[in-house]
T-cell receptor, first 117, second 112 residues
Framework: AQTVTQSQPEMSVQEAETVTLSCTYD???????LFWYKQPPSRQMILVIR??????QNATENRFSVNFQKAAKSFSLKISDSQLGDAAMYFC??????????????FGKGTRLHILP | NAGVTQTPKFQVLKTGQSMTLQCAQD?????MYWYRQDPGMGLRLIYY???????DKGEVPNGYNVSRLNKREFSLRLESAAPSQTSVYFC???????????FGSGTRLTVV
């Protein structure tokens, strides 16, 4: 069974600085997707970024980028120029590729990010 | 607005009471999911339905039942609520060959 581990329950970063959230996962599959979701105090789950395992290039979305290391099964999220609105719980998540029987998303336990003004 | 609608948003139950959490999506998605979120535990899958007419257990199904009433609706029932079921419940849906989920806004359930 696949697992997702986020080893940092909480982190803090100064506004305008850069922060990296860590995530490791375990799987025997070769084709899958990885995600970072953001959950602000509103409770809404917001997709921040995704990465397809077959792509070597790291995904980027504006100030958010990932460092995907497939062999190491590592998927970290870098937030550049941190803003107060980035304060939230961040979840790393895994999903098997299409065609696999189980298409459900598996979430890590989350990292709460605080932005210091 | 298109999306996933959950009702109710908040609920307080007494131990032993029953209730059904409703979820509906208007995006014609095939797959629907129920998760619970507890502090320090992330989101854990309760049940999911890969298509209309099918349901499967997730990681934490005990104490829950589900019904995929039609393609739009996927309900979660607590037959005899227990304090351990105090949680925030999320419904989500996904279309095949797309990447992530669309989430509802969640239901905060307290069992006293």
């Amino acid at each position: 069974a696949q697992t997702v581990t986020q080893s940092q329950p909480e982190m803090s970063v100064q506004e305008a600085e850069t922060v990296t959230l860590s995530c490791t996962y375990d799987t025997s599959e070769s084709d899958y997707y990885l995600f970072w979701y953001k959950q602000p105090p509103s409770r809404q789950m917001i997709l921040v970024i995704r990465q397809e395992a077959y792509k070597q290039q790291n995904a980027t979305e504006n100030r958010f980028s990932v460092n995907f290391q497939k062999a190491a099964k590592s998927f970290s999220l870098k937030i550049s120029d941190s803003q107060l609105g980035d304060a939230a719980m961040y979840f790393c998540a895994y999903r098997s590729a299409e065609g696999n029987r189980d298409d459900k998303i598996i979430f890590g336990k989350g990292t709460r990010l605080h932005i210091l003004p | 607005n298109a999306g996933v609608t959950q009702t109710p948003k908040f609920q307080v139950l007494k131990t032993g009471q029953s209730m059904t959490l409703q979820c509906a999506q208007d995006m014609n998605h095939n797959s629907m999911y129920w998760y619970r979120q507890d502090p320090g535990m992330g989101l854990r899958l309760i049940y999911y339905s890969a298509s209309e007419g099918t349901t499967d257990k997730g990681e934490v199904p005990n104490g829950y039942n589900v019904s995929r009433l039609n393609k739009r609706e996927f309900s979660l029932r607590l037959e005899s609520a227990a304090p351990s079921q105090t949680s925030v419940y999320f419904c989500a849906s996904r279309e095949r060959f797309t990447y992530g989920y669309t989430f509802g806004s969640g239901t905060r359930l307290t069992v006293v």
